[in-house]
């Protein structure tokens, strides 16, 4: 594929920005832009226009509220869906977090009648991503599948920048689960942690191989 | 009150935490629906179509990137997409003509200065940009933008060359563009 010269792609940024391109022009204009930051700055103008066009459209409320049937479709197939008081508070205790990371809130769950308070029941486990000095910069949740599912979130304290993701058995042998940017300050990542069938920690780790901050799940 | 982050909720949703969808849910439910609302004019399908918006953001969150725009600018392209594919199922017919949307009415451009009250909305300055932009150059971005219609859409929509399509969403996007950086200060 060749790149295309700045005038092409210039003429093309309006129509990036609005998703009117086809694949392969929406591909060779993303390829010129990686090394182009003239190009970027000029397409993240139009996009902030191309926002602006859906926040035009009125909000609108459904007849019926969309959480409980979002939620009963969430339910694996075959599964039971027992639900559990106790887990309702692990997913309170999940996320009701603490001050100085700005990640903030206290959830209360429902079931899917949207009547009771209840959460569903995969050994959710929470915790902070602790970095030096004690300080919460973020939060990592898991689930008890398997392999498990994890979604780690920093919002708070951690340089931007590209970090891994190691998960640390009951010995502390360390695997990478993946990749976690942080820019303007945030970042996120959720998959699986498949390299490592309990992990007891996970951690952030820089490219010098310094570990960043930690969350302990055991 | 405390509040979790759009991207927070986000990562939490991702993992089926009920807790999370619920407030996920509820912080975007009125935007979304909006939009597939607004695209459809169908309030049953687009409740379906907002479900599956949403359901989609909970199997594919790991594809946001807070690079590329906002959790809601996420969330409301993925409905928008969602809804645009339904309606090509439709006839042509089917689609809203842009001039009969009535939230793209500029606003009144005088306000009474002693009505402290009045407070601009944020998007002011785009609605009364689109009433400068010519018309057959407002109809094709908000096809595009809005409506999620391709270049070649337009075109066929229109009945005019794929060129001249090409050319009125450039040209209208390029005075929506300067227009933002003139309101910037405003704003």
């Known amino acids: ?218 | 009150m405390w509040r979790l982050t759009d991207e927070a909720l986000l990562a939490g949703f991702s993992v089926g935490d009920a807790g999370a969808a619920e407030t996920f849910i509820a912080r975007f439910q009125s935007r979304v629906y909006g939009i597939a609302l607004a695209i459809t004019h169908d309030a049953r399908l687009a409740e379906d179509l907002a479900q599956e918006a949403f359901l989609r953001a909970w199997r594919h969150a790991e594809t946001f990137d807070p690079r590329r725009g906002s959790v809601a600018t996420w969330l409301i392209v993925i409905t928008r997409n969602l809804a645009v594919d339904a309606m090509r199922t439709q006839p042509r017919s089917e689609f809203l003509d842009p001039d009969e949307l009535e939230w793209l009415a500029p606003p009144a451009r005088e306000t009474d200065p002693g009505d402290a009250t009045v407070r601009a909305s944020d998007v002011d300055w785009l609605r009364r940009a689109l009433d400068d932009v010519p018309d057959e150059q407002r109809r094709a971005v908000v096809l595009a933008g809005v409506l999620g219609f391709t270049a070649q859409d337009v075109a066929e929509h229109e009945h005019i060359p794929l060129g001249t399509a090409k050319s009125r969403i450039r040209l209208a996007m390029d005075k929506l563009r300067h227009a933002q950086a003139d309101a910037e200060p405003a704003r």
């Open chain 1, 1 to 218: 594929m060749s790149t295309p010269s700045c005038t092409s792609v210039r003429e093309r940024a309006p129509d990036l920005a609005l998703g009117a391109l086809t694949g392969p022009e929406r591909a060779e204009v993303v390829a010129h832009l990686d090394g182009c930051p003239s190009c970027q700055a000029l397409v993240g103008e139009y996009a902030s226009v191309a926002d602006a066009l859906l926040d035009l459209v009125p909000e609108a409320q459904p007849a019926t509220e969309l959480a409980a049937p979002v939620l009963a479709a969430m339910q694996p197939r075959g599964r039971s869906r027992r639900r559990h008081r106790v887990a309702a508070l692990v997913a309170a205790a999940t996320l009701a977090l603490t001050a100085g990371t700005g990640l903030t809130v206290t959830l209360v769950a429902r079931d899917g009648s949207g009547n009771g308070s209840t959460a569903t029941t995969s050994a959710l486990r929470s915790a902070p991503m602790v970095g030096a000095g004690d300080v919460t910069v973020g939060r990592i949740v898991s689930t008890g599948d398997r392999p498990l599912k994890l979604a780690v979130s920093v919002d708070y304290w951690v340089p931007d920048g590209h970090y891994g993701l190691a998960a640390l058995d009951g010995n502390g042998d360390a695997k990478a689960v993946g990749v976690l940017e942080v820019s303007g300050g945030r970042g996120t990542w959720s998959g699986r942690a498949t390299p490592v069938d309990r992990p007891v920690a996970v951690q952030l780790v820089d490219q010098a191989g310094n570990v960043v901050c930690r969350g302990q799940l055991a």
